[in-house]
């Protein structure tokens, strides 16, 4: 008998009210045995505060009752940016676009990363100027997203979604031109792909509906012009690295090992940006 959320977990026990298989992970305790998580949301009559005893998600998040919660508020800011970057135009974009180093007319002063401005490598991942470009971006965040975050919980999701903008917008740092701009939620999407990748071999799914997607996906950033693949590789590279570390880490020691695992992450994505601005100033 395999747990109903996680069936990769083999169990004894079953839920006192649905008779659901649940794993430890899985179980709060109930006046009388133990419930699922679907039981304590729909109220389980123990009269226990609403956070004791809180099942947890397969990287030990809490489970929320809204599973798309952080994905709804990173949709969110790319529509207010998509919609200031049209009523405010390109100066609003070249002042918050990835760009590494350059002399900007439109601004009139040298610009990008390497000239300090550092948030540049966060803010590029939120900005889409193309209506296409922002529909397809946000499909994938809503689709993928609501794959990934309950599995995640909303902590873990949203530091992954921020280090994988971070990662991409690293990686294009140190490889394009520095007076190439990019912009783009394509870093955190392909993030949120690794991460996908990494789940579904975690849950055992069949492997090959994921592969194809991932090819497919790979294929189109290296098969059309003007993609920035650096930002979909650094993306979809961290994605995969930092979910693995967050569903594997041993339970015992596992706030331990993934704060360790992001803080690592970002020294790396840090490293390669003080390399860079090094080698450009």
């Given at each position: ?21 649940i ?32 099942p ?68 590029a ?45 690293a ?67 961290a ?31 840090l490293?390669m ?9």
């Amino acid at each position: 008998m395999h747990c109903y959320r996680h069936p990769d977990v083999e169990t004894g026990i079953r839920c006192t009210r649905c008779e659901k298989p649940i794993c430890p992970d899985c179980m709060v305790s109930a006046s009388v045995g133990f419930q699922c998580p679907d039981c304590v949301r729909g109220g389980s009559g123990t009269g226990h505060a609403p956070d004791a005893n809180q099942p947890r998600t397969l990287a030990g998040g809490r489970v929320a009752a809204d599973e798309r919660f952080v994905t709804k508020i990173l949709i969110a800011i790319n529509l207010v940016l998509f919609i200031a970057v049209r009523v405010a135009g390109d100066r609003f974009t070249d002042e918050l676009v990835m760009i590494g180093f350059a002399y900007n007319p439109e601004l009139g002063e040298v610009v990008g990363v390497a000239d300090g401005e550092w948030y540049r490598l966060l803010t590029a991942a939120f900005l889409h100027q193309d209506v296409a470009h922002f529909v397809f971006n946000m499909l994938g965040l809503w689709i993928i997203g609501g794959i990934v975050e309950p599995e995640l919980g909303r902590v873990r999701y949203a530091a992954l979604c921020l280090l994988s903008g971070l990662s991409g917008s690293a990686l294009v740092y140190v490889l394009d031109a520095p007076n190439q701009a990019s912009l783009g939620a394509s870093g955190i999407v392909y993030g949120l792909i690794g991460s996908w990748v990494v789940l579904a071999r975690r849950r055992r799914y069949d492997m090959r509906p994921v592969l194809l997607f991932v090819a497919i996906s790979l294929i189109l950033t290296f098969a059309r012009p003007g993609v920035s693949w650096e930002a979909h590789i650094g993306g979809l590279v961290a994605g995969a690295v930092l979910t693995y570390a967050l569903v594997h880490a041993p339970r015992d020691r596992r706030a331990l090992v993934q704060y360790g695992a992001c803080g690592l992450l970002l020294l790396i994505d840090l490293g390669m940006v003080l390399g860079r601005t090094v080698a450009l100033t």
